[in-house]
């Protein structure tokens, strides 16, 4: 039994407009340390109220927070505008410190994202997104689930996939998740997709997965962590996966009683083989980084501090070449998984012209005079609708 603990800490985001209040303590006559957790609105100094209509973002977060902390040995309950439990009896007091350490470690992960008030706001709430230097940043904002999606996170993906597939000047979109534990672990499975349908399935008119299949430019998956059920289909539906060493990627379909069937499970198989892939989603194992990259899941394995660096050297990589070839040679890809052989190729039927363009002309003189190329003479994207 712990004795003798006394932790008090507020720990205010300043940009996502909000402050948290921890506090955990043994009193006289407890058996038990006793957790608590509330929230502070910082532009009133009130404390906030833990429904969806005071703040999605909060609402979301000690719903899967309180979950959380249970793994951790802290049995706790969720009340309207606060987080109380009681710890453990067989935990020490550095024990019980570590917890709160990891406690605290959880919060910041998500709420050190946000980019502006998640408070009366129409921003998002389970997704960052921004765009800088041509490239699209999409990171799912969700650690203490692992990163695990609800509907509206599903949304949000769809709406900034979207708008960043209409933005001229955007050559690559990376896509990665909050924290070092999961890039992202499919459905969230504590929303009942019967009873909680629209927050389990989401609303979007296009799927996010549509919208990266017909996207022009390419898609970079950054795994850090878990990419388990939908959270693997999303890393190996992106054109390049680049993973670190402590993730592990896998299915759960079968396993959870999720029905995952179709073109998103069969395409598995053109990247890693029929074999493989019907391992991976009828057996449910898991596997290494490594292990992906060798049956050819993932095209680069790093250590986790080296996660960025290595990104930002695909990026410039991408940068390099032609963007408009590049989405014709997506649309061949895409047409091959979903074993179409049409009569005309991408490039007859969108861009007949290519060989004529300035871009072409430029990009062969270039390579001839190794000298680097003036972007500028980039053919634009042709404009093909989304369906």
Known sequence: MASNVLFESSVNYERAG????????????????????????????????????????VHDF???????????????????????????QDLSVPELLQVLQEALDMVDQRFSSYLGPIIDSEGYSDVIYEKRDGVAWLMLNRPE???AKRGITMDEMADALL????????????????????????????????????????????TYGEVIRQMPMPVIAAVDGFAI?????????????????????????????????????????GRIGQKRAREMWMICRQYTAQEAYEMGLVNKVVEPSKLWEE??????????????ILQMQRISYDQHDHFIVPERSPVQD?????????????????FIERRPIDQAKNMPYVQIPIK
């Open 163 to 206: 708008d960043a597939a209409k933005t001229p000047d955007i050559r690559v979109v990376v896509i990665s998740g909050a924290g070092p534990n999961g890039f992202c672990t499919g459905n969230d499975q504590s929303y009942d997709p019967e009873v909680e349908r629209a927050d389990y399935r989401g609303l979007a008119t296009v």
């Open 62 to 88: 000690t719903r899967g927070y309180s979950r959380w902390l249970g793994t951790k040995g802290i049995r706790s309950t969720l009340g309207e505008d606060e987080i109380t439990g009681a710890a453990r």
């Open 145 to 147: 689930t692992y990163n």
């Open 350 to 366: 969108h861009i007949p012209d290519f060989f004529a363009s300035d871009e072409c002309q430029e990009r062969r003189l270039a």
């Open 311 to 324: 990104v930002d050297r695909w990026i410039t990589d991408i940068k390099r070449v032609s963007p408009v």
């Open 18 to 57: 909000v402050g948290f209040n921890f506090s955990l303590k043994t009193s006289p006559g407890e058996e038990q340390a006793a957790f608590r957790l509330t929230i502070d609105d910082l532009k009133t100094s009130r404390r906030l109220d833990f429904s969806h209509k005071a703040c999605p973002a």
């Open 229 to 269: 059920g939908s959270g693997n289909i999303l890393a190996y539906q992106s054109d390049f996966t680049i993973a670190t060493t402590r993730s592990r990627f896998g299915q759960t379909g079968p396993r959870v009683g999720s029905p995952a069937a179709g073109h998103t499970v069969a395409r598995l198989a």
